[in-house]
């Protein structure tokens, strides 16, 4: 936001200001009805005078526990009752940078922006508002008038409302800002320079701003605004990722039916691919289950050789089969002429098969002993068809 209230606490009284960031105004308030209930962000200033400044060395394992452990270190190095301070504090590195304050000051500050209907959402010692610049390990020593500003290298902090009161200065030279101390403080907290030692908010712990009702409904509002960006976001990946794999599938039928059609061209009208297919496929399996099959002769054939006494001596040379006829002629080798009409009586009782042995021939003298005979096997239903003819 381009606006700021910023209030100044001084000794027994508060100043207002409207703060404009761009470009830089910082105007005093005279009324401060005209403020009222304004829902421009707060932010307080006061004199370092209030507050008590320490530097101590922090194990590593007591950082996670710090707001429990560091009342106890701060305790042995000061004189005040820890209890009623209220505590603010800043890691740097192995040390902790911590600024004590009255707990009934930071009540009283409270309840004075409070009555004015603002609520505040920093508050800053007007010292720690000096930036201590990368490049020097000086003190900063700023005077405005009679007043001195100090903030040390290490980040004590010092507010002297006596320029006679300032003491003997041996690391930082005194400088004189060409504005007054609102003016800036005023410009530290709208352009929040880059510092070794950052301004310590004191609204923490117990104090820490509380979030107002239109903050609350803001930021409902913007988890709203994400939520309905993450359903917009899913909700098109669903879209694009359906589209997707409908295209997908769009491709993948028109490739099993130009497959279907390539085994199957008779079948002009395709309604159910798959039922379609497996109709063909019950169909053909039905045939091969026919006992006239190809497969069901051979498979005859074999068990007949294996039930033959002389099952080693037979040799299957070749096979002729016509289908239309269901005639299968085997053309074998064997010992004996007894050994083939073993076969043909084994083939004809087992399996209820018409078998004839209709020629036997002595092999040649380079074939070796033996005969080479020649078996029609045909099944039962197609000798049958053909006797009907």
């Known amino acids: ?7 100044f606490f001084e000794a027994n009284n508060h100043k207002l200001y409207l703060l404009e960031k761009d470009p830089f105004i910082l105007t005093l308030i005279q009324d401060a009805e005209s403020i009222k209930d304004s829902s421009y962000p707060v932010v ?4 370092a005078a209030l507050v008590a400044t320490h530097i101590c060395k922090v194990p590593a394992k007591h950082k996670r526990y710090l707001y429990k452990t560091l009342p106890f270190m701060l305790e042995e190095g000061t004189a005040l009752e820890i209890e009623t301070q209220h505590i603010a504090s800043q890691i740097q590195g192995d040390h902790v940078r911590a600024i004590m304050i009255y707990q009934h000051s930071m ?3 409270i309840q004075q922006v409070a009555n004015l209907g603002l609520k505040l959402q920093a508050l800053y010692a007007d010292a720690d508002l000096i930036p201590i610049p990368a490049s020097s390990a000086a003190d900063q020593v700023l005077r405005f008038n009679e007043i001195c500003l100090i903030k040390t290298a290490e980040g004590l902090l010092a507010h002297i409302d006596n320029i006679n009161q300032l003491p003997d200065l041996t690391d930082g030279e005194i400088q004189t800002p060409n504005c007054s101390r609102q003016n800036y403080c005023a410009t530290a907290i709208a352009g929040q320079p880059e510092s ?6 004191l609204l923490q712990g117990q104090f820490a701003p ?4 239109i903050q609350r409904i803001g930021m409902l509002k913007r988890l709203l605004v994400a939520i309905g960006l993450i359903t917009i976001i899913q909700l098109l990946y669903w879209g694009i990722t359906g589209s997707y794999f409908d295209h997908q599938a769009e491709q993948l039928d028109t490739q099993s039916a130009q497959t279907y059609l390539s085994y199957f061209p008779n079948d002009k009208t395709i309604v159910d691919i798959q039922r379609q297919a497996q109709g063909h496929i019950n169909r053909a399996s039905a045939i091969n289950n026919d006992d006239s099959s190809f497969i069901a002769l ?3 054939l074999g068990e007949g050789i294996q039930q033959n006494p002389d099952a080693k001596s037979l040799l299957v040379k070749s096979i002729k089969w016509q289908r239309r006829k269901g005639e299968f002629a085997v053309e074998i080798d064997a010992d004996n002429i007894a050994a083939l009409e073993e076969l043909e009586s084994n083939l004809k009782q087992a399996n209820q098969l018409v078998v004839d042995l209709n020629q036997v021939n002595q092999r040649n003298k380079n074939s070796g002993q033996g005969v080479t005979g020649r078996l029609t096997i045909v099944a039962g239903q197609h000798k049958r068809q053909g006797n009907n003819l």
């Open 210 to 213: 509380q979030s107002t009702m």
């Open 298 to 300: 051979v498979a005859y």
């Open 107 to 109: 009540e009283s500050i």
């Open 196 to 201: 070794e030692q950052p301004a310590i908010n």
């Open 1 to 7: 936001m381009n606006k700021l209230i910023l209030v």
């Open 44 to 47: 307080g200033v006061l004199s």
